[in-house]
C-alpha cells in the first residue's frame, strides 16, 4: 500500500457498530484505505478531528423527491441531506410521472431513467439509489423487474393504501416475481377500506380539527395491513421490508413473524420515536403524515423495538410540502413533511442523549443497517476498502432548530424551535468534503447513482 493519502482525519474517536476506538482515517482518492496510524503517511490535507466522533455517513433509505409527496429537487433535498450527515438516499421510481394517476402508466425503466436524468439536470451533492415503485396494477411492470435489477434497483415498494394502491393478489404476483430475483419488497401497509371509511364519517360528522387524523387512520388499520403482507411475503418466500412503523400494534405484528429475522425487515422514521399525536392539537395539519404520528404510548413502543431489534432502520420519510398547501381540510391536506437535515441530531439528542442508546446504535440504525438492508456493501462502514463517506459529529454541541437554516424547500419544521444536542460539523461523500464547519462547501454534481446488489439478509 502506498504511503501517500489525499485526507488523513485524525484526533477523533471512531464509532462503529461494534465499538468505539482512537484512529485516523487515512481517504486515497475515494476509498477508505487504512484505520490506524496515519503519521507515517503524506497527506494532501489532515484534519483535526479532536473532540469530536468519526461516523460512517448515514444512509436514508426513504426519501422523496420531485414527486407528488416532495417540493424538494435533487439539489434541494441532497443538500439538506449533507448538511444532515446523510451521504446515500433512496429515492422512488415511479411507473406514472410524479406518482400521479392522471398521468398515463409507462414502463418502470422509463421511470427509472426520469429520476436519473433529474438527478442529472438538478444536481445531487450526495450518492443516491432508487426504490422502484409499483403503482398500477400491470402483468407488463412485473415482466420489468429483471431488468430492473440488472440496472441496480433491487428493492420495489407497494402501497396498500391511497388510489395508488395495489391489490393483495397483485401483491402476491409481484412477491412472488421478487423472491425469484432475490430482491426485497417494501411496503406501505395501511388498511385503506377502514381508513377512507373514518375519514368518511369524520368528514360527514363535520370533525374539521385536525385532531381527529390519527383517528382516521388507526393503529389497528396498520397493523391489519402489516399482518395481510407479512403473510403473504412468508407464503411467497420473498424479503419484506415495512416502511414507517408507527406503533405498538403494527411493530408487534412484525415481531411475531420476524423468527429468525432472515427474510423480514422494518423500519421507523424519526418522528415516530420523538413526537406523539399532541403535535396536531399544537401545530394543526403541518404534522399531517402517513401513518399518523400516534400516542405516547406508540412512541415508547417504536424506541422499545429498536432496541430489541424487530426494527432495525431509522429513516425519514423525507416528503416536504409548503405550508400553505397543508392549510385545507386536514382529509384534503397533503400527506408528509421534512426533516433530512436534522433527523440524525434529532434521533441522537432523543434516543442517545436522553434515552438508553449508544453512538453505536445511532451508526447502525442509521448508516450500518440500511446500508446492508438494501445491497449497498461500499456504504455504511469504515472498513478499509469501502467509500469514503464520513461524517464528524460534535455529540456536546446544542443548536436551535428552525426552518431558516434547512436547505430543503419546505417553509417550516415539526421541530421548530427546539433545541436539540448534536452538530454535523464536517460530511465528506466518497472522500470529497461537502460540508465544513455547519456550511456546504462541495458541488451538487458530485452525487452518483447507486447501483445496487441483491441483499444478502442471511449474515
Request: with cysteine.
Amino acid at each position: 500500500m502506498s504511503n501517500e493519502a489525499k485526507t488523513i482525519i485524525s484526533g477523533g474517536t471512531c464509532v462503529t457498530t461494534s465499538g468505539t476506538y482512537e484512529a485516523d482515517v487515512i481517504i486515497d482518492g475515494e476509498t477508505i484505505v487504512a484505520l490506524g496510524d496515519g503519521t507515517a503517511f503524506d497527506a494532501d490535507e489532515r484534519i483535526d478531528a479532536s473532540g469530536l466522533l468519526v461516523m460512517p455517513g448515514f444512509v436514508d433509505p426513504h426519501v422523496h423527491i420531485d414527486d407528488s409527496a416532495s417540493i424538494d429537487s435533487y439539489a434541494t433535498a441532497t443538500a439538506a441531506a449533507a448538511l444532515g450527515g446523510v451521504t446515500t438516499i433512496l429515492d422512488f421510481a415511479w411507473q406514472t410521472e410524479n406518482n400521479d394517476l392522471k398521468n398515463e402508466p409507462r414502463p418502470l425503466m422509463e421511470g427509472i431513467a426520469r429520476k436519473n436524468e433529474k438527478a442529472s439536470e438538478m444536481g445531487a451533492y450526495v450518492d443516491y439509489g432508487l426504490h422502484g415503485g409499483l403503482t398500477v396494477e400491470d402483468s407488463d411492470v412485473i415482466e420489468e423487474l429483471g431488468s430492473a435489477v440488472e440496472a441496480g434497483v433491487t428493492s420495489f415498494k407497494m402501497f396498500t393504501a391511497y388510489d395508488f394502491g395495489v391489490s393483495n393478489g397483485f401483491i402476491r404476483r409481484a412477491l412472488d416475481r421478487i423472491a425469484d430475483l432475490d430482491a426485497v419488497g417494501v411496503f406501505h401497509a395501511e388498511d385503506d377500506d377502514i381508513c377512507q371509511d373514518l375519514v368518511s364519517e369524520f368528514r360527514d360528522q363535520g370533525n374539521t380539527n385536525p385532531t381527529w387524523y390519527p383517528k382516521s387512520r388507526p393503529d389497528y388499520a396498520e397493523a391489519m395491513a402489516v399482518d395481510d403482507i407479512l403473510r403473504l411475503a412468508t407464503e411467497t418466500g420473498a424479503k419484506y421490508y415495512g416502511v414507517h412503523t408507527s406503533c405498538r400494534k403494527s411493530a408487534e405484528t412484525v415481531a411475531d413473524y420476524i423468527g429468525d429475522g432472515s427474510q423480514v425487515r422494518a423500519e421507523t422514521c424519526t418522528h415516530y420515536t420523538t413526537l406523539d399525536n399532541s403535535v396536531y392539537k399544537r401545530q394543526g395539519n403541518l404534522p399531517l403524515i402517513a401513518p399518523p404520528i400516534r400516542r405516547p404510548d406508540d412512541v415508547e413502543a417504536v424506541l422499545e423495538h429498536l432496541q430489541a431489534g424487530v426494527l432495525s432502520v431509522v429513516s425519514t420519510d423525507h416528503a416536504p410540502h409548503y405550508r400553505e398547501d397543508k392549510q385545507t381540510e386536514w382529509w384534503n391536506s397533503p400527506y408528509g413533511a421534512g426533516s433530512l437535515q436534522v433527523s440524525v441530531p434529532i434521533f441522537h439528542d432523543t434516543a442517545v442523549k436522553e434515552g438508553d442508546f449508544s453512538h453505536q446504535d445511532l451508526v447502525k440504525l442509521m448508516s450500518a443497517n440500511p446500508a446492508r438492508t438494501f445491497g449497498m456493501s461500499e456504504k455504511g462502514s469504515l472498513n478499509p476498502g469501502t467509500d469514503a463517506d464520513v461524517v464528524l459529529f460534535n455529540p456536546s454541541e446544542s443548536c436551535i432548530i428552525t426552518e431558516q437554516n434547512d436547505a430543503s424547500k419546505q417553509d417550516f419544521s415539526l421541530y421548530e424551535g427546539r433545541e436539540v444536542t448534536g452538530r454535523v460539523e464536517k460530511t465528506f461523500v466518497r472522500g470529497e468534503m461537502i460540508v465544513d464547519d455547519g456550511e456546504l462547501v462541495g458541488t451538487a454534481d458530485h452525487g452518483v447513482f447507486v447501483e445496487r446488489e441483491c441483499p444478502d439478509w442471511s449474515r
